[in-house]
């Protein structure tokens, strides 16, 4: 499951849907809808982000948060470490390796880090 995903569900469920008469009215098939959720589909389109946004009545920062969360959802995901120091393209195909078998504390941990190392001016 992606963090898009997670959220969708999540609404769907706060609203009390079906993902059947959510696809119905967002204009999907269920099984679209269903890949999406579980993180077996890309990014959306703005176009459909747009249509779930509208379907949940939501706007401004909750709207925002959730595009956010259609950005870092992508179930696949290449890096390009071309030109980049040999230990950056050591570092991203080790992690490509073991990312299925890293501890969710792990993860949490290096997304800290992440963040921390973004926010460094």
């Known amino acids: 499951m992606t963090p898009f995903g997670e959220a969708v569900r999540a609404l769907r469920q ?4 079906s993902q059947k008469e959510m696809a119905a009215a967002i204009g999907v098939s269920p099984a679209y809808l269903s890949a999406l959720e579980h993180g077996r589909r890309g990014t959306p389109t703005f176009d459909l982000l747009q249509r779930i946004a509208g379907y949940f009545n939501i706007i401004w920062d909750e709207a925002e ?38 501890d969710p504390d792990v993860i949490e941990e290096m997304d800290r880090l992440l963040t921390k190392a973004a926010n460094t001016p």
């Open 65 to 102: 948060d959730l595009f956010a969360l259609a950005g870092f959802s992508a179930p696949r995901v290449s890096l390009d470490t071309s030109g980049l120091p040999a230990q950056h393209t050591a570092f991203a195909n080790r992690l490509a390796r073991m990312i299925r078998q890293l």
């Open 14 to 17: 706060r609203k009390g849907v």
